[in-house]
T-cell receptor
Framework: DAGVIQSPRHEVTEMGQEVTLRCKPISGHDYLFWYRQTMMRGLELLIYFNNNVPIDDSGMPEDRFSAKMPNASFSTLKIQPSEPRDSAVYFC???????????FGPGTRLTVL | KQEVTQIPAALSVPEGENLVLNCSFTDSAIYNLQWFRQDPGKGLTSLLL?????REQTSGRLNASLDKSSGRSTLYIAASQPGDSATYLCAARGGGADGLTFGKGTHLIIQP
């Protein structure tokens, strides 16, 4: 299995631009999670899905952030418009069942200038 | 709201030593606790997962324990090697939700 796949690995953009991060979970996993990692705040849960349905989006910082999961093999996290304080590493993770081990992707390092 | 704390924030020891990393959590009603390793610029690798009904889990030179009543978990690394150098993160999964609450990690350096 290829593991969780994220793209792009690095993204540099200017303030005000739209950013779309992509994730392909491990095949057969029913849960997908988006986390953000910064030096100041560490790793924080943004949102997670179960069977493509958003379950908890309380960690999404602002309305500028949105996430979708149109099918079991693809999810996007969109930031519009982006701001410098959004600069962070964004991780996607998946698990097969509730409470099971979460497997993380390599992350997308986002820099907003 | 669950809070997870890891002590120490950084640790440097000579190769071959046994060491203990600490993790504490404020809400004892956890479903499980997971230990991860993160190498610089990389994602997280799961090391051990302890269910709330378990007291410990072992994998090779790693042993993780869980004491829900005191809100603590420890990761024991035996016979440390330079390849163990990384940041170690613990994360708690609450009883009512599937997302993980992470500590800020312990940055471990094993000196050759």
């Amino acid at each position: 299995d290829a593991g969780v796949i994220q793209s792009p690995r690095h993204e540099v953009t200017e303030m005000g631009q739209e950013v779309t991060l992509r994730c392909k979970p491990i095949s057969g996993h029913d849960y997908l999670f988006w986390y953000r990692q910064t030096m100041m705040r560490g790793l924080e849960l943004l949102i997670y899905f179960n069977n493509n349905v958003p379950i908890d989006d309380s960690g999404m910082p602002e309305d500028r952030f949105s996430a979708k999961m149109p099918n079991a093999s693809f999810s996007t996290l969109k930031i519009q418009p982006s701001e410098p304080r959004d600069s962070a590493v964004y991780f996607c993770a998946s698990s097969s069942q509730s409470g099971d081990t979460q497997y993380f992707g390599p992350g997308t390092r986002l820099t907003v200038l | 709201k669950q809070e997870v704390t890891q002590i120490p924030a950084a640790l440097s020891v000579p190769e071959g030593e046994n060491l203990v990393l600490n993790c504490s959590f404020t809400d004892s009603a956890i479903y499980n606790l997971q230990w991860f390793r993160q190498d610089p610029g990389k994602g997280l690798t799961s090391l051990l997962l302890i269910q709330s009904s378990q007291r410990e889990q072992t994998s090779g030179r790693l042993n993780a324990s869980l004491d829900k009543s005191s809100g603590r978990s420890t990761l024991y690394i035996a016979a440390s090697q330079p390849g163990d150098s990384a940041t170690y993160l613990c994360a708690a999964r609450g009883g009512g939700a599937d997302g993980l609450t992470f500590g800020k990690g312990t940055h471990l350096i094993i000196q050759p």
